[in-house]
């Protein structure tokens, strides 16, 4: 069998303070989680919603953005002052060792479009070999 893959977040946990930055860009990753399936990436994120209708959704790449995917998120409970929206990412399993997931988050509302795209970095999950994973999965 393949040897045993983890998608590896590629970007700091932490830097800005969350609450800072939902502020200064409206939409921003809360955290990523794992997921029921191992081929699957699972995260919530804030946005300061506003009145009317709102769309956020999840753009992601396994090409170097040659294609991409636009996942819709759902709404969560809120936790004050922000609402939060529930996505998940549907990993293939021909994905290997070495190769990247590369992703952005775009939240559009009647006051505008607002994107959280790591600093214009993207947000990079890296799938590395690990004794024991089993098939490629999502951090803890």
Known sequence: ???ALLLVPDFPDGGEPGAERLRRQRV???RL???AAPTDVRGTVQVLGGPGPKEVTVRYTFNEW???VDVPAAPLPPEPPAERYGFT???PPSLREGSALH???RYRSPQGEFWD???GRN???RCCGCPGAGPAAAPP
């Open 117 to 119: 795209n790591n600093g």
């Open 103 to 105: 992703f952005a988050i």
């Open 33 to 35: 989680g794992r997921a």
């Open 89 to 91: 990412l549907c990993v």
């Open 28 to 30: 921003c990753l809360e």
């Open 1 to 3: 069998p393949p040897p």
């Open 123 to 125: 947000y990079t999950l």
């Open 66 to 68: 040659l294609s991409f």
